[in-house]
């Protein structure tokens, strides 16, 4: 018997959660594979304030996470891939959550419910770019029956990478 996903609540992001976000990943293993390290306040001001804009234009976003009690976990959902290289104008969803909410479901419920909306908003296929080393992202895609579609090196890192995609 598999154990139902929690209750995760999904909001375009507030000017104020660019403080919650810079809050929650402020964190070496939530980071690992986001640039190693955390990113200034700013980062999260411009990256909340830019969501605001994909959901105003698209429908969907970037949303912040919420969990039962209303606290901010990270953010789950899509937005156009935003660089030259790899699935340069296709929509990917992605995920980010507070070291303190691995492990419970939180990242494949919200998952789960990013492709439930950006399915709403017309979109027929979206992509994943996930760190080959990335384990626990990866099973996210596999739990949501993504297939992988192509294996990428960053060109400035060359770190490797995979692109997933789902028919939506």
Known sequence: MTKPLP???LRVPTEEDAFAWHRVFDDPEVME????????????EELTARQ????????????????????????????PWPHAWGPAGEIEIGWRLGRAYWGQGYATAAAEATLERVR?????????MVDAANERSIAVTRRLGMELAETLYTPVSKKKCYRFRAEL
Do not use: I, N
């Open 52 to 79: 605001r804009m994909h959901d105003a234009a698209h429908g969907f976003c970037l949303w912040t996470m919420l969990d039962e009690g209303g606290s901010v976990m990270g953010f789950t959902g899509a937005q």
């Open 120 to 128: 709403a908003a017309g979109l027929k296929e979206v992509v994943a």
């Open 7 to 9: 209750v995760v609540q």
């Open 33 to 44: 594979f986001h640039g190693g390290k955390s990113a200034e306040l700013s980062v999260y």
